[in-house]
């Protein structure tokens, strides 16, 4: 069992940054491929990125790639989205998520889930 806690959302404006952080409980967070998810008023949930258990595999939603980075720190349990250039189509409800095995695009692929924090980006 893994609970997922994120935070440093907020309002920011357009080009502006914001870094958010997801912290994990449990020893095995290192075992664990970690995902962050999006979602808007209205709209589907939506890939962001992902990283591999060792930091090493990432991988992007074209929408970020180049303005958003996944970074993680095993030793303190946390994995980090920094967010940079931010538009306001970036507005939405920032989850992240884990599974075992290597990094997915897919929701469903995530077993345990945070309860998500908002960003709004106003232009």
């Known amino acids: 069992q893994v609970r997922l806690v994120e935070s440093g959302g907020g309002l920011v404006q357009a080009g502006g940054s914001l870094n958010l952080s997801c912290t994990a409980s449990?020893?095995?967070?290192?075992?664990?491929?970690m995902g962050w998810f999006r979602q808007a008023p209205g709209k589907e949930r939506e890939f962001v990125a992902a990283?591999?258990?060792?930091?090493?595999?990432?991988l992007y939603a074209d929408s970020v790639k180049g303005r958003f980075t996944v970074s993680r720190d095993n030793a303190k349990n946390t994995v980090y989205l920094q967010m940079n250039s931010l538009k306001p189509e970036d507005t939405a409800v920032y989850s992240c998520?884990?599974?075992?095995?290597?990094?997915?695009?897919?929701?469903?692929?995530?077993?345990?889930w945070g309860q998500g924090t908002q960003v709004t980006v106003s232009s």
């Open positions: 449990g020893r095995t967070f290192s075992s664990y491929a």
């Open positions: 998520a884990a599974r075992t095995g290597r990094i997915r695009s897919t929701w469903v692929d995530y077993d345990y």
């Open positions: 990283i591999g258990w060792s930091g090493i595999s990432t």
